[in-house]
């Protein structure tokens, strides 16, 4: 079945700065790539997605890239505010409604 | 986007007790559901799909007598957690794709905070 393996657990910034969170699957049969957030005390709220028929996808601040190749995908988040403090989950999915498969979490620090 | 709505938010139920929680989908119909169970300071795991007219499929290490899964209708999944224990007291979140398409994704409920004393 997939794994997939999130670094690092936890990851603390200066705000302005930029994080990036690093993700790898190991089944070439998983082509969606969700990111998400999670507040405390809340369920995950999806942030970004890439499909694997795309390399770099990006929505204002945040950016996700992927190289199937090497089974690798990433999250950037540029000029970090304190309200992008939170636990970021990578996951990786066949897609077609089947189960998805998240990483262990990073937890992202952004000090004002 | 669909929303999924799950429900209680939190309960606290005694040792010994049965508890339900309900995820339901309220614009869309999701022929699959995804239960999810989530201790502190961890990821989500994985417990079980929920599919609609027919048994759930359960990971591996979950047991289904303990967690009984009901898939009635198309927008109604229930998890069951049987004779709860405090080591059943978790973060329970269910998801569900609104459609079977490629590349689709899950939408995710708010979660059950369940806390057995």
């Known amino acids: 079945g997939e794994n997939v393996e999130q670094h690092p657990s936890t990851l603390s910034v200066q705000e302005g700065d930029s994080a990036v969170i690093k993700c790898t699957y190991s089944d070439s049969a998983s082509n969606y790539f969700p990111w998400y957030k999670q507040e405390l005390g809340k369920g995950p709220q999806l942030i970004i997605d890439?499909?694997?028929?795309?390399g770099e996808k990006k929505d204002q601040r945040i950016a996700v890239t992927l190289n199937k190749t090497a089974k690798h995908f990433s999250l950037h988040i540029t000029e970090t505010q304190p309200e992008d403090s939170a636990v970021y989950f990578c996951a990786a999915s066949p897609g077609g409604g089947f189960k998805t498969i998240f990483g262990a979490g990073t937890r992202l620090f952004v000090k004002a | 986007g669909a929303v999924v709505s799950q429900h209680p938010s939190w309960v606290i139920c005694k040792s010994g007790t049965s508890v339900k929680i309900e995820c339901r989908s309220l614009d869309f119909q999701a022929t699959t559901m995804f239960w999810y169970r989530q201790f502190p300071k961890q990821s989500l795991m994985l417990m079980a799909t929920s599919n609609e007219g027919s048994k759930a499929t359960y990971e591996q290490g979950v047991e289904k007598d303990k967690f009984l899964i009901n898939h009635a209708s198309l927008t109604l999944s229930t998890l069951t957690v049987t004779s709860a224990h405090p080591e059943d007291s978790s973060f329970y979140i269910c998801?569900?794709?609104?459609?079977?398409?490629?590349?689709?994704?899950?939408?995710f409920g708010q979660g059950t905070r369940l806390t057995v004393v």
């Open positions: 998801s569900a794709p609104p459609s079977l398409g490629a590349n689709t994704e899950a939408f």
């Open positions: 890439i499909r694997s028929n795309v």
